[in-house]
């Protein structure tokens, strides 16, 4: 039921992957999946959430790109790396269902806010903070924080110039602010 997905492992030499103890049939390739059996069994998906699928699975394979070219940490943080995939949707013009699927669940159903969750309210919750984190500092930021040195929160102050307590005080009360008119 996945309309696809991104495997970094794919990006690795069989021989390698081997080396290091894991048996995996790598692709050696930049590879995205698409699950287009999705789109014939259930006509609730759109020409546009192919698309969004797309653009969504290739931030994270760019992401890991910038970071494995350059010998930087992987990116632990799910909230940062579902987040900027979330927001490329976004960015490009292709939000499909964000609003129904992920911006109004997350509002509205989500008992309380928490960026370590590993549930499905972490792609409403990432869309809306880098949403906010883009608006607040720019698409310099995002390019920052996809190429700093460092990881989860401390690679967000990187990027902003600014702590994460003061980052998340900023975000939450614009959140407040603005979801009252949704």
């Known amino acids: 039921d996945e309309m696809g997905y991104y495997y970094m492992l794919d990006q690795y030499s069989k021989e390698g992957l ?3 103890g894991i048996e995996y049939e790598s692709n050696e390739s930049d590879m995205l999946y698409i699950n287009i059996d999705i789109f014939d069994s259930n006509s609730d998906y759109t020409f546009d959430d192919a698309i969004a699928t797309i653009c969504h699975e290739f931030s994270h394979m760019t992401y890991f ?13 799910t909230f940062i790396s579902e987040g900027l995939a979330m927001w490329t949707e976004y960015y490009v013009g292709y939000p499909a269902h964000h609003s129904e ?12 806010t928490d960026i370590f969750c590993e549930d499905n309210s972490i792609y409403g919750y990432g869309l809306l903070f ?13 390019k920052k924080l996809v190429s ?6 401390q690679a967000l102050e990187d990027a902003a110039g600014h702590s ?8 939450a009360q614009s ?5 009252a008119c949704l």
């Open 130 to 142: 880098f949403r906010y984190f883009e608006e607040r500092f720019g698409l310099d930021a995002i």
């Open 18 to 20: 081997l080396n290091s």
């Open 101 to 112: 699927n992920y911006i109004v669940p997350f509002i509205y159903d989500s008992e309380e």
């Open 164 to 171: 994460f307590d003061l980052i998340f005080d900023d975000f």
């Open 65 to 77: 790109n910038e970071r494995y070219k350059n010998n930087l940490e992987e990116e632990d943080m």
């Open 175 to 179: 959140l407040l602010a603005t979801a």
């Open 148 to 153: 700093s040195e460092y990881v989860g929160l």
